[in-house]
């Protein structure tokens, strides 16, 4: 299909590590990004990963990548409740222009 | 701060109204686009502009008209919208459209109630 998928809610307790997965569609696709919207806010560019790459980590974020499954997932560690936000997993479509599309997001609900 | 700022904010309009969302990057980027974020809905592409050049219009009805006079600066100019076009209408910029130095930096959104 033509959509990148994502479940549209997770609740973790504080300290805990927290995972967001996302599907996506298009093999071709060259970069896959991570956003993050905190209420009443844009969209924050959280990271990105290359289509060849496995894996990337920056800080307390870890985004694995499975191409051959076009499985995306983002993992914070030691979650915070400020990381409570919707995070939204976007493809960029090389055989489209770059065209970014974008997943419904991910709610993170982070328990104190 | 991501270097990309919307005005108005916040923007309330009745349907026979005509008004401007404006959007400004300060990033020396050459590509800028309208999103519409509705509720429980994925992003929806509208407008993209490169080198001020519109390449992208995505089906949207013509009372959303853009404008783009600047690589910095881009309209979205809004007449006799409907209810539905309530949403939060986001701007984003990027280096280029597509390929490497396509990353999408977005401004923190109108958000448009029409009544």
């Known amino acids: 299909g033509e959509d990148v998928e994502q479940s549209l809610f997770l609740s973790v307790r504080e300290g805990d590590s927290s995972v967001i997965n996302c599907t996506y569609t298009d093999s071709s696709s060259t970069y896959l990004y991570w956003y993050k919207q905190e209420p009443g806010a844009g969209l924050q560019l959280l990271t990105y990963i290359f289509s060849n790459m496995d894996m990337k980590q920056d800080q307390r974020l870890t985004v694995l990548l499975n191409k051959k499954d076009k499985h995306l997932s983002l993992r914070i560690a030691d979650t915070q409740t400020g990381d409570s936000a919707i995070y939204f997993c976007a493809e960029s479509r090389h055989n489209q222009g770059g065209k970014l599309i974008f997943g419904q997001g991910t709610e993170l609900s982070v328990k104190p | 701060e991501t270097g990309v700022t919307q005005t108005p904010r916040h923007l309330v309009m009745g349907m026979t109204n005509k008004k401007s969302l404006k959007c400004e990057q300060h990033?020396?980027?050459?590509?800028m686009y309208w999103y519409k974020q509705s509720a429980k809905k994925p992003l929806e592409l509208m407008f993209v502009y490169n080198f001020k050049e519109q390449t992208e219009n995505n089906s949207v009805p013509s009372r959303f008209s853009p404008e783009c006079p600047n690589s910095s600066h881009l309209f979205l100019h809004l007449h006799t919208l409907q209810p539905e076009d309530s949403a939060l209408y986001l701007c984003?910029?990027?280096?280029?459209?597509?390929?490497?130095?396509?990353?999408?930096?977005f401004g923190p959104g109108t958000r448009l109630t029409v009544l």
């Open positions: 984003a910029s990027s280096q280029v459209p597509a390929g490497i130095g396509d990353t999408q930096y």
């Open positions: 990033l020396g980027h050459n590509a």
